[in-house]
């Protein structure tokens, strides 16, 4: 196996994890995640010898994929489906609280706009900081941090929300 090809392949082993993670939050279904993933992995592999050479290639590959689930999600044969898990975690509290309390923040997560949900999971699901944000979306950190302060308002009305209706 050529050297271009070993790196490659450690990069990916390390970063799919990951990255299908974002694809999935970002998409709202592991199925399209996965295709996203893989499409992206694909644009990576064509662009390695450049991406390596400018360094942080988590980063690019995860504009990659933010960039792959907003442009698959414009095809109109594409929409989301909703799925009960989210890969590649699990909670060792109450089983059936964090699957509700996960199932309410999926569906909030659904509520938002490309943009924002993007903002929102890089920010605290994926832990990044603003700049690093904003370097993957390719925006402004005003606009990283507008957005998800816009996304974590909506995420709350959105909860809130939907507990009121169930208390009714």
Known sequence: MAER???????????????RRTAFLVSGDRHRADDIVQDALYKLYLAWPKVRRVG????YARRMVINA???????PWRREVAIADVPDRVDHDDFAAGHADRDEVLEALRSLGPRQR???????????????TAEVLGCS???????????????RRAIDQRRTSRAL
């Open 5 to 19: 090809d070993r790196e490659f392949v450690e990069f990916v082993e390390g970063a799919s994890a990951s990255l």
């Open 56 to 59: 942080n290639t988590l980063a």
């Open 69 to 75: 689930a907003h442009d698959g999600g414009r095809r």
């Open 118 to 132: 993007a903002c929102v999971v890089l920010r605290y699901y994926e832990d990044l900081s603003v700049e690093q």
């Open 141 to 155: 950190q005003g606009t990283v941090k507008s957005q998800a302060s816009r996304g974590l308002d909506t995420l």
